[in-house]
């Protein structure tokens, strides 16, 4: 048996509350708070980038480094069109050589595609275990259509055998060429045509769901009211209101993280839900151009042994709120170093920052760890 031995997740410490972003653009409120589900939106640090995201995410759950045979990294917010993020997170975290170390590419799938492919790697090296993660920062700029459904954070997977929270099971994938999103290189941020998108995910997900019913289904969610619609697909397979509940909680004050969206709801249902021993969780995947897969994973008994609920809840509760001009600086902060070829950080991280980018020199980037 092979799956997710540990999970953990980060976000930024700061946010801009949905009713502060719409009083600014002229719009009632509750049109970002109950029509797409959104009550805070993650705005990433000065010192941050999808690296130090991703290891601030991994570094609690290593706990076995030697062991680590694979990295893979999945984001669609890469640094560099030919090094992997993966290169620079191996070196920050410490792991050791031997060690394969690749990034993967696919919309908001490639973490699940990423997950699979770590679970077969391990089956196949016994007494190995693989580190998987995404880190991603989804940004549209300031007064667009896609400006409510931002956000930035990393997810981190230890994947091993004997899993101690869930077995991964194979899925049913579904992939079409479509334009409902993308991002070419003549383009800093995505071109989105959000209503086909919407009928595209829809599509995937009628074409991979098993018509099966399951208590807790984990849905892609790059807005929080995006499970809602989602379940509503579902008909009478649908899972409960109390259910789509925990789903939500973590998504709806984090906003959209491309690729850890759909891992944000699992950490909502392992956070929220009674005890989950025994029980099979429907996920579904869906990453837009597009390829969408619904796999399910098994919740072992004691799995709550082994995640720190209180740690991830408290993360949430001690951000910090930026009014619009704090979020302004920040994204037209980030928006400037991203086409940096020399750069220093002057250092004004947070005291709990861990990881930090510390320069970027002839195009390479510096990290460190404080």
């Given at each position: 048996?092979?799956?997710?031995?540990?999970?953990n997740y980060?976000?930024?410490r700061?946010?801009?509350?949905?009713?502060t972003?719409?009083?600014?653009?002229?719009?009632?409120?509750?049109?970002?708070i109950?029509?797409?589900?959104q009550?805070?939106?993650?705005?990433?640090?000065?010192?941050?980038d999808?690296?130090?995201?991703?290891?601030?995410?991994?570094?609690?759950?290593l706990?076995?480094?030697?062991?680590?045979?694979?990295?893979?990294?999945?984001?669609?917010?890469?640094?560099?069109?030919?090094?992997?993020?993966?290169?620079?997170?191996q070196?920050?975290?410490?792991?050791?050589?031997?060690?394969?170390?690749?990034?993967?590419?696919?919309a908001?799938?490639?973490?699940?595609?990423?997950?699979?492919?770590?679970?077969?790697?391990?089956k196949?090296?016994?007494?190995?275990?693989?580190?998987?993660?995404?880190?991603?920062?989804?940004?549209?700029?300031?007064?667009?259509?896609?400006?409510?459904?931002?956000?930035?954070?990393?997810?981190?997977?230890?994947?091993?055998?004997?899993?101690?929270?869930?077995r991964?099971?194979?899925?049913?994938?579904?992939?079409?060429?479509?334009?409902?999103?993308?991002?070419?290189?003549?383009?800093?941020?995505?071109?989105?045509?959000?209503?086909?998108?919407?009928?595209?995910?829809?599509?995937?997900?009628?074409?991979?769901?098993?018509?099966?019913?399951?208590?807790?289904?984990?849905?892609?969610?790059?807005?929080?009211?995006?499970?809602?619609?989602?379940?509503?697909?579902?008909?009478?397979?649908?899972?409960?209101?109390?259910?789509?509940?925990?789903?939500?909680?973590?998504?709806?004050?984090?906003?959209?993280?491309?690729?850890?969206?759909?891992?944000?709801?699992?950490?909502?249902?392992?956070?929220?839900?009674?005890?989950?021993?025994?029980?099979?969780?429907?996920?579904?995947?869906?990453?837009?151009?597009?390829?969408?897969?619904?796999?399910?994973?098994?919740?072992?008994?004691?799995?709550?042994?082994?995640?720190?609920?209180?740690?991830?809840?408290?993360?949430?509760?001690?951000?910090?709120?930026?009014?619009?001009?704090?979020?302004?600086?920040?994204?037209?902060?980030?928006?400037?170093?991203?086409?940096?070829?020399?750069?220093?950080?002057?250092?004004?991280?947070?005291?709990?920052?861990?990881?930090?980018?510390?320069?970027?020199?002839?195009?390479?980037?510096?990290?460190?760890?404080?």
């Amino acid at each position: 048996m092979v799956g997710i031995d540990r999970i953990n997740y980060y976000t930024p410490r700061t946010y801009l509350d949905m009713t502060t972003l719409a009083e600014a653009r002229g719009v009632d409120p509750n049109k970002y708070i109950k029509g797409i589900g959104q009550e805070q939106m993650a705005v990433l640090g000065e010192h941050e980038d999808i690296i130090t995201m991703a290891a601030e995410a991994a570094a609690p759950i290593l706990d076995d480094k030697d062991a680590i045979d694979l990295i893979v990294f999945a984001t669609e917010s890469g640094v560099d069109f030919s090094k992997a993020a993966s290169i620079y997170l191996q070196h920050l975290l410490e792991i050791p050589n031997p060690v394969r170390a690749i990034e993967m590419k696919q919309a908001c799938y490639a973490l699940t595609s990423g997950l699979h492919l770590a679970t077969d790697f391990v089956k196949s090296h016994p007494g190995k275990k693989a580190l998987v993660v995404s880190s991603d920062i989804a940004w549209y700029g300031f007064e667009t259509a896609g400006e409510v459904t931002q956000g930035a954070g990393a997810i981190a997977i230890i994947v091993a055998e004997n899993p101690r929270i869930a077995r991964v099971n194979s899925g049913v994938p579904y992939t079409e060429d479509v334009p409902d999103f993308y991002r070419p290189n003549t383009s800093d941020v995505p071109i989105v045509d959000g209503k086909f998108s919407i009928d595209c995910y829809n599509k995937a997900l009628i074409e991979t769901f098993p018509k099966h019913t399951y208590k807790y289904v984990g849905f892609h969610m790059p807005f929080a009211k995006m499970a809602d619609k989602a379940n509503r697909i579902l008909e009478e397979f649908a899972i409960s209101d109390d259910a789509l509940t925990c789903v939500k909680s973590y998504s709806k004050t984090i906003g959209n993280i491309y690729n850890g969206s759909l891992y944000l709801a699992l950490i909502g249902i392992l956070t929220h839900a009674d005890d989950l021993s025994g029980e099979t969780i429907g996920m579904f995947s869906y990453g837009s151009g597009s390829i969408g897969e619904f796999f399910t994973l098994d919740i072992v008994e004691g799995y709550d042994n082994y995640m720190d609920t209180d740690a991830w809840q408290t993360h949430l509760t001690s951000r910090h709120a930026l009014d619009m001009k704090g979020y302004e600086q920040a994204m037209n902060a980030f928006m400037a170093r991203e086409k940096m070829h020399d750069y220093a950080y002057q250092d004004r991280a947070p005291e709990q920052a861990t990881y930090v980018l510390s320069a970027i020199r002839n195009g390479h980037r510096e990290y460190q760890k404080r």
